[in-house]
């Protein structure tokens, strides 16, 4: 059974750091492009970050909002990847989570992390 | 970067009822990559159109998806007391993937 599991949020200071991980299990991570999409209480979604698959080279993408500050790696050997949030502000408060597939066929999203940024 | 404007916002209805939600695209999307995602509160979305029409396995067929261009539609033929929930179109045209603001269908 696919699954992703997300780990690692909590409550920080503005200005600080956070990193979250993304565990899969069922399959392999690094066949699989993995975003990270995030919901502030009460809004929408918005996405956050993509890094792709082993194939393509493991590139990276990153929403205006959190370039410069976030940072996706990944560790294959623990089929997990990580968002390495720096500089963190209020309006990155949000429920986060790591998605396989987003918007196409074979889409999985892990139950989400809340992260809460507050002083 | 491409605004998908959803709309209505919200949305009261019946059971047995149509309903239709519509996201407009700020320039065209080219590629057809537009999906559409059902969330319940609490839970992680759930993907239900992919490629604009194609629904997903084990989503229920009073759900279509259709549009070109800039114009994108979520159809709900009847209208059943678990489909009342939050709809969110999603366009994967370019970077930056962007949702839409959401539609939340209540009960009438």
């Known amino acids: 059974e696919v699954q992703l599991v997300e780990s690692g949020g909590g409550l920080v200071q503005p200005g600080g750091s956070l990193r979250l991980s993304c565990t899969g299990s069922?399959?392999?991570?690094?066949?699989?492009?993995i975003d990270w999409v995030r919901q502030a209480p009460g809004k929408g979604l918005e996405w956050v970050a993509r890094?792709?698959?082993?194939?393509?080279?493991?590139?990276?993408e990153y929403a205006a909002s959190v370039k410069g500050r976030f940072a996706i790696s990944r560790d294959d050997s623990k089929n997990s990847l990580y968002l390495q949030m720096n500089s963190l502000k209020t309006e990155d408060a949000a429920v986060y989570y790591c998605?396989?597939?987003?918007?196409?066929?074979?889409?999985?999203w892990g139950q989400g992390v809340l992260v809460t940024v507050s002083s | 970067d491409i605004q998908m404007t959803q709309s209505p916002s919200s949305v009261s209805a019946s059971v047995g009822d149509r309903v239709t939600i519509t996201c407009r695209a700020s320039?065209?999307?080219?590629?057809?990559?537009v999906a559409w995602y059902q969330q319940n509160p609490g839970k992680a979305p759930k993907l239900l159109i992919s490629?604009?029409?194609n629904l997903q396995s084990g989503v229920p067929s009073r759900f279509s998806g259709s549009g070109s261009g800039t114009d994108f539609t979520l159809t709900i033929s009847s209208l059943q007391p678990e489909d009342f929930a939050t709809y969110y179109c999603?366009?994967?045209?370019?970077?930056?993937?962007?949702f839409g603001q959401g539609t939340r269908l209540e009960i009438k």
């Open positions: 998605t396989r597939n987003l918007y196409r066929p074979g889409d999985y």
């Open positions: 069922g399959f392999t991570l690094s066949d699989h492009y």
């Open positions: 890094i792709r698959d082993k194939t393509n080279g493991y590139t990276t």
């Open positions: 320039q065209a999307i080219i590629n057809n990559w």
């Open positions: 490629i604009t029409s």
């Open positions: 999603v366009q994967a045209n370019s970077f930056p993937i962007t």
